[in-house]
């Protein structure tokens, strides 16, 4: 079965740096792509980033641009998410997701983990 397992998450205090990782197992063709989306409370869920294991293109949503760092270890079959500049608008639970493709959507996915908590504050 496809397992999809989120860790890393933690608490860093303003302007820190966390990295967190999705370890994905279990996948058939077809699942070529590992997101990462957040969902802080009270707010819709948000595509944060998404790496395609096709072409190794990445993807930012432009609130992380220039902070996140989305990365993969094939041989591990782990994506990371390396996060710098944290501020407190980035704590929510973090979220990994396989899907065919990368879109920003997260009806575009079809696995997805249980996530991680990333709390920023000091």
């Known amino acids: 079965q496809v397992q999809l397992v989120e860790s890393g998450g933690g608490l860093v205090q303003p302007g820190g740096s966390l990295r967190v990782s999705c370890a994905a197992s279990?996948?058939?063709?077809?699942?070529?792509?590992i997101g990462w989306f957040r969902q802080a409370p009270g707010k819709e869920r948000e595509g944060v980033s998404c790496?395609?294991?096709?072409?190794?293109?990445?993807y930012y949503a432009d609130s992380v641009k220039g902070r996140f760092t989305i990365s993969r270890d094939n041989a591990k079959n782990t994506v990371y998410l390396q996060m710098n500049s944290l501020k407190p608008a980035d704590t929510a639970v973090y979220y990994c997701?396989?899907?065919?493709?990368?879109?920003?959507?997260?009806?575009?996915?079809?696995?997805w983990g249980q996530g991680t908590q990333v709390t920023v504050s000091s």
């Open positions: 997701a396989a899907g065919s493709s990368c879109r920003p959507a997260s009806t575009e996915y079809d696995y």
């Open positions: 790496i395609s294991s096709s072409d190794g293109r990445t």
């Open positions: 279990g996948f058939t063709s077809g699942y070529h792509a």
